[in-house]
């Protein structure tokens, strides 16, 4: 059962990829559409990794 949900998450991420991509390219609405919503989601896992890190490093002072 984890197997079929990583491989869903999978084909979500690499889906997104090629919405982002095709829509550089002047791809239709909808995949510009699920392209910002890619690049949207990219952001908010960036700036959480970067929140997480800089309150590790506080901490060791």
Do not use: K
């Amino acid at each position: 059962m984890t197997e079929l949900v990583l491989s869903g998450f999978l084909v979500f991420i690499v889906g997104g990829c090629v919405c982002v991509v095709w829509a550089a390219r002047g791809g239709p609405r909808w995949v510009r559409a699920v392209a910002a919503i890619t690049l949207a989601a990219g952001e908010l896992v960036r700036r959480s990794g970067r929140s997480r890190r800089s309150s590790e490093s506080g901490s060791d002072d």
